[in-house]
């Protein structure tokens, strides 16, 4: 009776191994379908914005740039960039030093007017209310910074 049970026990296990395979075999199959079909829905990536930060800083550091083409941009950064980052404690975030340096540019470019300035120094406040103190010492910074 005890070998009739030890052959029971190895068939039964043997059928159990079986289907595992079987189960393992399928679903590895069902795997690489998915896999192929998703490398064939892959889609280009988009093109890089032109509105991005590099590509406006550029033209007010160009000095070659017209007023129209600062007046421009001056809007663009203001439309997509004009929020800063929230102070860190009462020190400005490090992504200010991106804002001062327009507006130290700003006031150094040869083709700007009072007007752009002004029009961008207000709107930057309006916008950025906890940071008008570091606003008005970069734009005092270049102003003093133009000569006469």
């Not at 005890?2 to 075999?25: E, M, T, W, Y």
């Not at 002004?118 to 133009?146: C, M, Q, V």
């Amino acid at each position: 009776m005890d070998i009739v049970l030890l052959v029971k026990s190895i068939a039964g296990l043997s059928a159990i191994l079986v289907i595992l395979l079987l189960f393992f075999i399928y679903t590895s199959k069902n795997k690489s379908k998915k896999k192929k079909k998703k490398k064939s829905y892959t889609s280009p990536r988009p093109p890089k914005p032109k509105y991005d930060w590099d590509t406006l800083i550029k033209v007010v550091r160009n000095r070659q740039a017209t007023t129209q083409e600062l007046q421009e941009t001056l809007a663009l950064i203001l439309k997509y960039h004009g929020t800063i980052a929230p102070k860190l404690g009462i020190r400005a975030n490090p992504e200010f030093d991106k804002y001062a340096e327009v507006l130290l540019r700003l006031c150094r470019h040869p083709n700007t007017n009072k007007d752009l300035i002004i029009d961008f120094d207000k709107e930057l406040e309006k916008k950025n209310p906890e940071y008008i103190k570091e606003i008005n010492d970069a734009l005092t910074k270049g102003l003093n910074s133009r000569g006469v």
